[in-house]
């Protein structure tokens, strides 16, 4: 009753089937026109995906995917994945390049509590999560140079975030009102 009910139409897609598996890793492979992600899941599961580990490539398709397509992902461990460039804007002018972490890749995003960047990135972008109120834990590895502006603006639940010692630059309000 609840999916067709008319005020509880959004929220339909919280309500997770006791048969379906909600903790996923998989290898994807970046694609040129559409989400690796997408080939490997199938539409059905995005909806109940809580905790995805992705391991292989990932580009603008695949963020796309993530942030807008996947309401229920709250953990994201990106470790083993590797960035890869993609003119596709997932959002308004947005778009990956080689090795570095979108702007605004999860930019008021409100549903990640947790997130692993990949251990491949150099640089985080601006606003990458800006306006995360839900995000308790970011896991940031080695060889990540800089952190641009305003990447962690405004993320209040913020209690664990691991740097690497390497940070050579820390941009403009990186971490303002976190």
């Known amino acids: ?22 903790d996923i890793t998989v290898t994807v492979e970046a694609q040129e026109a559409t989400s690796g992600l997408l080939k490997v899941v199938g539409d059905e599961a995005l909806n109940y995906i809580t905790s995805l ?21 709250h953990y994201l461990d990106l470790t083993e994945t590797t960035v890869k460039a993609n003119p596709y804007q997932f959002i308004t002018g947005c778009y ?3 090795n570095r972490f979108p702007n605004s890749a999860f930019q008021s995003v409100n549903k990640l509590y947790a997130i692993k960047l990949p251990n491949s990135i150099k ?56």
């Open 1 to 22: 009753d609840y999916y067709q009910a008319e005020n509880w139409e959004k929220f339909n897609l919280r309500i997770i089937p006791d048969n379906v598996t909600t």
């Open 96 to 98: 990956t390049e080689d």
């Open 123 to 178: 640089l985080v972008g601006k606003n990458a999560f800006s306006n995360c109120i839900q995000l308790k834990t970011v896991t940031v590895y080695n060889g990540v140079q800089r952190i641009d502006e305003a990447a962690f603006n405004y993320c209040p639940s913020l209690t664990n975030l691991d740097l690497p010692d390497g940070i050579v630059s820390k941009r403009k309000n990186a971490f303002r009102e976190t």
């Open 53 to 73: 580990t992705l391991k292989g490539s990932i580009n603008s398709y695949d963020f796309m995917l993530m942030r807008n397509k996947m309401p229920n992902l």
